[in-house]
Nanobody
Framework: QVHVVESGGGLVQAGASLRVSCLVSGRTSDIYALGWFRQAPGKEREFVAA????????LYGDPVKGRFTISRDNAKNTMYLEMNSLKPGDTAVYYCGEGERWTGSYYQGYRYWGQGTQVSVSS
């Protein structure tokens, strides 16, 4: 089993930057990729970005292309989502999911999820 814990969310103003983290533990040798999704109140879960543990392949959702960047620290078993030029529309709970194969934006392909971290962007 793989355990996933997100952290780093908070309240920021529009235009600011924020970095959220996804720490994995347990059977990390089974991990192929991690994906970020977000869910705003009253909306369905939306794909944000995904990356294999090696760095490729990777994929970004259209709403965040050019603003968000995924990075990894394999030694710390952590994947980061660097979010720049944040907008009020980015307000959501951000979830990290673990996949044993490449699933990209396919939500159902991820096996284990964290509890999420709240990101709020004020105008």
């Amino acid at each position: 089993q793989v355990h996933v814990v997100e952290s780093g969310g908070g309240l920021v103003q529009a235009g600011a930057s924020l970095r959220v983290s996804c720490l994995v533990s347990g059977r990390t040798s089974d991990i192929y990729a991690l994906g970020w999704f977000r869910q705003a109140p009253g909306k369905e879960r939306e794909f944000v970005a995904a990356s294999s543990w090696s760095g490729t392949p990777f994929l970004y959702g259209d709403p965040v292309k050019g603003r968000f960047t995924i990075s990894r620290d394999n030694a710390k078993n952590t994947m980061y989502l660097e979010m720049n030029s944040l907008k009020p529309g980015d307000t959501a709970v951000y979830y990290c999911g673990e996949g044993e194969r490449w699933t990209g934006s396919y939500y159902q392909g991820y096996r284990y999820w964290g509890q999420g971290t709240q990101v709020s962007v004020s105008s």
